[in-house]
């Protein structure tokens, strides 16, 4: 003024949809027509630490402007998308297998967290797909300290990802369409695992600097192909930031079909580990570049199928996080809207669970020159609000408004109401004889 890979039910057409995540020459490193919002193009290694440097700046100007602001950063800003892309990918596939694993079990279609796996049952199938002895499965467990219920479900599972990458023979894992074994990490290469590490130390040198200077950082979410890379990198740097307070925030778009399962799935792995949860929701910003892609790769639309349906799934999404703050008090969540009903939703909610502004675990924001009947009354009422700054150069910033107003249904609607209400206070100070006090 910011993860783990992100929880799905196993549904039919999971290969199908593994698509997504697969490297495609008109969308990643290409423009191949964002104008949705900004997206950073790579170029080279040096040119990311620019744009980390960039960043700096604007957590430094954050930091002058006001008390405990906010500044908002780009991870393909940091990395090569392709490399988020290929990332997600492996991800995904990790995801798949164990979901593959649990339809086998008679557990297709319960729900995310509610999927566990035997890990005696676990151990077997893992033998018998040849995937890895007894003995060395024990070891996966026992050097992670899980399975101790006896049972793995999906976040277990997904810890267990960084260890079982780093074994001296490639993860194979069961491609069920071929019958054949094939190895997870086909795809990585030297260049891509310094570039992994990279990324890494970029998000440390800004989560650092943020620290210092009383500064929240919120992690913008990007297309749903780089989404799984994003958040997992994100979640990292949450472990290690938001042990104190909720340094970090990671971005959810609720225009996507899996929000309700990113969020919970992120939520229950910060209980689990003991920090902060800070998120921001969204509706989304790429939904037609989503769709044309999807059409294009033959995969299924990730988007909701209509913008009410985006609505509940906003809705739904608030009402957990909020719920959460009752209970734990150990998550925060901007309310990132121009939609006023969505806003009164929020307002409703925590007039009922007893959330306070001056708790200042929930604030709200609206870009820099809209919605200006929404943020005033909220700053006048106490609410922690924001104003969202989009810079950089003018042909590239104005593409990104005019999505904004474009995908806020009845924006000019919204902007004649402001108009008329400005007006109807002028009039008002003109008759009362008091036009320049309040």
């Known amino acids: 003024m910011g993860h783990g890979p992100s929880p799905s039910s196993p549904t039919p057409g999971a290969e199908k949809r593994e698509k997504q995540y697969r490297v495609h020459q008109g969308f990643g490193d290409h423009h191949g027509g964002v104008t949705g919002a900004h997206t950073y193009f790579y170029a080279d290694e040096a040119k990311c630490d620019q744009h980390m440097e960039t960043f700096l700046r604007c957590i430094d100007a954050s930091s002058g402007s006001s008390e405990d602001g906010f500044s908002a ?14 990332f997600s990918e492996v991800l995904v596939k990790w995801r798949r297998f164990f979901h593959q694993m649990a339809a086998e079990e008679g557990q297709a279609g319960r ?16 033998a018998n797909l040849g995937i890895a002895s007894k003995a060395e499965s024990q070891q996966w467990f026992t050097g992670e300290n899980l399975g101790t219920s006896g049972t793995v479900d999906l976040l277990d599972w997904n810890s267990l990802f960084d260890s079982r990458t780093k074994l001296s023979r490639p993860l194979l894992i069961p491609n069920r369409k071929t019958g054949q074994l094939e190895p997870l990490l086909s795809r990585f290469s030297e260049d891509e695992e310094l570039q992994m590490k990279r990324v890494l130390q970029r998000m440390d040198v800004l989560a650092r600097r943020a620290m210092e200077k009383g500064v929240r950082l919120m992690v913008d979410a990007e297309q749903s192909y780089f989404q799984p890379a994003i958040s997992r990198l994100t979640v990292e740097t949450q472990r290690r930031f938001n042990r104190s307070q909720p340094l970090i925030y990671n971005t959810y778009q609720c225009y996507l079909r899996e929000a309700y399962n990113n969020v919970t799935g992120d939520m229950e792995l910060s209980r689990r580990e003991g920090w902060h949860f800070g998120s921001k929701l969204v509706r989304g910003a790429y939904m037609e570049q989503e769709r044309e892609r999807a059409a294009q790769m033959g995969y299924e639309d990730p988007i909701n199928p209509t913008y009410e349906k985006t609505n509940e799934m906003y809705h739904r999404c608030l009402d957990y996080v909020l719920e959460e703050i009752k209970q734990r008090r150990k998550a925060s969540v901007m309310v990132a809207t121009h939609n006023e009903d969505t806003v009164k939703f929020a307002l409703r909610r925590m007039m009922e669970l007893g959330i306070h502004p001056s708790d200042k675990k929930v604030c709200f924001g609206q870009l820099l020159g809209m919605c200006d009947q929404i943020t005033f009354p909220l700053g006048q009422a106490g609410f922690p609000v924001y104003k969202y700054v989009p810079y950089g150069p003018v042909n590239e910033v104005l593409p990104y408004l005019s999505r904004r107003a474009q995908e806020n249904r009845g924006f000019m609607q919204r902007a004649n109401r402001e108009r008329d209400l400005l007006w109807k206070e002028v009039k008002r100070r003109l008759l009362s004889g008091n036009l320049f006090s309040p």
Do not use: Y
């Open 73 to 86: 950063i780009k991870l393909t800003a940091l990395a090569r998308p392709q490399f988020l892309v290929r």
């Open 111 to 126: 729900a995310v967290l509610d999927t566990k796996l035997q890990v005696e049952k676990l151990q077997e199938a893992l």
